[in-house]
């Protein structure tokens, strides 16, 4: 199947989104766009843009490949995915809301209570508990796919702890720098607020008990060997607010504090980026030594905002991905205007059963993993690849789904032998507080290997300069 391309759908004729830019293109000289991607990259290895792979020795930390041909996307594209992010964002707080108080979708018998109770990202100590502003999840990032002019499918969302909103900033940092005369020429939508907004949208859902006008707003990392690290710095930095470990922090009074030159300070809210087991020795995992003792006791009583609140994790299980329109219209009356790419719970017999037999044709991923780890990609594995994840599936089915190999779309990026097509996907930032705010943009992650359909850094994938037009 041939699929989709943004910019040239037959191969010769330039979509209206890359009208303008098209222009400007055919103006440029190779030599130059070749010389500017070596810019791109010395100011990425100047800022220190990395991200680190766990399992290996050798390069551990690496720079992340960018391509200097944005991918662009009309007003009226862009306003149909907001209206169909906005719609699932809501139902998402919703679905977190009920499991944790009514269940209310579980008795309706609309998904399995199973798939809740010998969940292991389902948190018996968020039972009752109601976060500040009843908000949940405050930063999500919902990868979307393309496979037509006018098909977009939800492939996963991420409310946890999303990544990559650091790129996106330093994508167009770099766009603007290295050609500044084609932002005059093309008017795409600003995206370099966004740590202004982050920032705001945290001070609005400060806990009740809260007295300052300005709340105190802090960034908890794991420490400088995670795979994210540069982000959480740079997001502490740009918003203005301290970036702190665990060992940063003690439980004051009923209050979480920060050491300070001037002593301990209360903080209000903590956007953390430490997984949930970690989060509360007293509470989780005992050897945790990332987290804060207490602030889960804390954090029932009101006197702190967690952003991603504990337990959101559930929300990025893929067996739950799979239930999304049914939660979407559950929670909002209405059917999901973003759809889900078809999938097979590997959990149910007849599914499995079908998994197994067309494997050469499927995507396999495990409901729990993340950036690209742990998936098998039928149609590119060899058959002794398959036969091995195949015992997988057999000893641990619950642990799996799988999905159709889709056709993503592709946008060009910038060869030595000119512009050639790869797959891409999208990951834009949603903020959620009294209000929800899309960046008009996000992450688009490309496939920098021809033909290969895994867009994740992790495997090789790389980042492009997404434009949304304003118009």
Known sequence: MTAFDEMRPDGSTVRDPYQGYDGWLQSQDKARLTEKTGDAERVFRKTGITFNVYGETEA????????????????????????????????????????YHRQEILRAGRIPKELIAGNEAFLPEMIGVKPPGGVYTHIIGVDIVRTGEDEFYVLEDNART?????YMLENRETMMQLFPELFQQVKVRPVENYPQLLRQSLSRVRPNGCRKDVPRVAVLTPGIYN??????AFLADQMGVELVEGSDLRVVDGRVAMRTTEG?????????????????????RPDSALGIAGIMDVYRAGNITIA???GTGISDDKAIYSYMPEIVEFYTGRKALLGNVPTWRC?????????????E??????????????????????????????AKLKARPKNYIAQPTLSLSTCPILTEAGLSPRHVDLRPFVLVSDKIQIVPGGLTRVALKEGSLVVNSSQGGGTKDTWVLDD
């Open 308 to 310: 991603n609140a504990p």
């Open 264 to 284: 301990y300070k209360e903080i209000d809210v903590l956007y953390r980026r430490v997984d949930d087991d970690f989060l509360d020795p007293l509470t989780f």
């Open 227 to 232: 795979s994210a690290y540069f982000e959480h």
């Open 162 to 166: 999303p990544s990559g909103v650091s």
């Open 361 to 390: 044709e499927l995507v396999v991923k495990e409901v729990h993993g993340s950036g690209g780890y742990g998936m098998l990609v039928g149609p590119a594995a060899s058959k002794k690849e398959r036969e091995a994840f195949a």
């Open 347 to 359: 959990s149910e017999e007849d599914s499995l059963k079908y998994v197994l037999e067309h494997l």
């Open 60 to 99: 551990a930390e690496r720079l992340i490949p960018f391509d200097i041909v944005p991918r662009i996307i009309s007003g009226r594209e862009w306003r149909r995915l907001t209206q169909g992010i906005e719609q699932r964002v809501v139902a998402l707080n919703a679905f977190l809301d009920d499991i």
